[in-house]
């Protein structure tokens, strides 16, 4: 299993020495991949674990507290991407103002050559680091010769002129189009948490659902979508139905995700799930009743069916 280690100093000797590939892999999309891949190769050159070093909680979130919530992948949910990937350590170093005052010289010194005792480390070609981003490839490489630590750079990572960015994965999820988020991804684009009790109304009318809060996560385009969804422990993946918004038909105020898990009747309370966002049905919108609502919840678990296949 990985190894999650959220500090530098005082690390055992078995966890020091390893090939870091460095950044926020928010998303850890095809571009991020391609970044451990490059970590990866130098690791085995150097007979050296693989290793990722991220930043919790996300930069942003401490230089812009009042952004709305944005990330792709909290950090439960990176984490275990990346050890699908193979990664034998993450250092998830915490990031508040005080590390960021760090100079891009004692980042190096403290962290990457004292702390950590890095073999190597990847990082793309944008990567900045340190107090007012003094630090770039360019001085990494500096150090790398003054310390006796290789550097792997890599270009910005292309599908058909499109570069690989957590940024854009963000824009195509707010305008509603899953599908192409996950090209740039390279899998569907996943909410997961713990079911909690809602209204319970989906009971009552014949389509009982599972409610997701979604703490950090982006807020995707707010209407319904066919989805998968996985119950943790379990690799079977369920047809399904949900529905993101606020439930306008019942007044509803919070932002809230509801999943109808098709050809399904176990109880879900209490159980962590994972939802794979598919393809945007439809925009939410208000009924002036329960059975055109229920009229409704029915095509949209034919539509759900088709796309699913």
């Known amino acids: 299993m990985m190894e999650i280690l959220r500090h530098y100093a005082g690390i055992a000797e078995e966890s020091c020495g390893s090939v870091v590939a460095i950044g926020n892999f928010d998303g850890v999309h095809l571009g991020h ?19 990722v070093m991220s930043f919790e909680p996300h930069p942003r979130r401490v230089f812009r507290p009042d952004d709305p919530p944005f990330r ?3 950090f439960r949910v990176k984490a275990r991407v990346l050890e699908s990937l ?24 403290e962290i990457l050559v004292d702390g950590l005792g890095i073999k190597g480390a990847a990082i793309g070609s944008d990567f900045v680091f340190g107090h007012g981003r003094q630090g770039n490839a360019a001085f990494l490489q500096e150090m790398g010769g003054r310390f006796g630590f290789g550097v792997t750079e890599i270009g910005p990572v292309t599908h058909e002129g499109e570069i ?3 940024t854009r994965i963000r824009e195509l999820l707010v ?3 899953p599908r192409q988020a996950a090209v740039l991804l390279g899998r569907e684009w996943e909410i997961e948490g713990r ?4 209204d319970e109304r989906g009971r009552t009318i014949g389509f009982p659902t599972a409610n997701l809060d979604l703490d950090d996560y982006l807020r995707p385009a707010p209407g319904v979508y066919a989805v998968r969804a996985a119950i943790e422990g379990s690799t079977v993946w369920h047809k399904a139905v949900a529905n993101l918004g606020r439930r306008p038909t019942f007044a509803g105020e919070d932002l809230r995700l ?3 898990i098709l050809d399904f009747a176990e109880d879900l309370y209490g159980k962590h799930l994972r939802v794979a966002l598919v393809e945007h049905i439809r925009p939410e919108r208000k009924f002036d009743g329960l059975e055109s609502l229920k009229a409704q919840i029915a095509r949209d678990c034919e539509a759900a069916r088709a796309i699913l296949g």
């Open 33 to 51: 991949q391609a970044l451990v891949d490059a970590a990866r190769r130098r690791a085995r050159a150097e007979g050296a674990k693989l290793a």
């Open 72 to 74: 792709l992948t909290p």
């Open 86 to 109: 193979g990664v034998e350590i993450l250092f998830a170093l915490h990031f508040d103002l005080d590390f960021s005052r760090k100079t891009a010289e004692q980042f190096v010194t």
């Open 164 to 166: 690989y960015s957590s």
């Open 175 to 177: 305008q509603g189009k």
């Open 195 to 198: 079911v909690e009790h809602g």
């Open 258 to 260: 509801e999943v109808h």
